[in-house]
């Protein structure tokens, strides 16, 4: 999450490594008690489950009951 908000606003910058995405994601669904849908890409579930970014009515439509536990709040 962290290298994720340090370069949100830097288009030229490295994202992270997709091993480190996919151990989040599943951190934050362990923490969620639900797995994010299988379309959304580990870092979208992250922005998403985080309120780093608001999820479109698509994605909304497809997390279900799982859209009003979001954001998580992690810390």
Do not use: Y
Request: proline share 8%; hydrophobic share 45%; glycine share 8%.
């Amino acid at each position: 999450m962290h290298h994720l908000d340090l370069v949100a606003h830097l288009p030229d910058a490295a994202e992270p490594p997709t091993e480190g995405l996919g151990r989040s994601r599943e951190l934050l669904e362990i923490i969620a008690r639900a797995a994010f849908p299988a379309s959304f890409s580990d870092k979208d579930a992250l922005l998403v489950g985080t309120g780093r970014r608001a999820p479109t009515r698509t994605e909304k439509a497809e997390l279900g009951q799982l859209a009003t536990k979001l954001p998580l709040v992690l810390g």
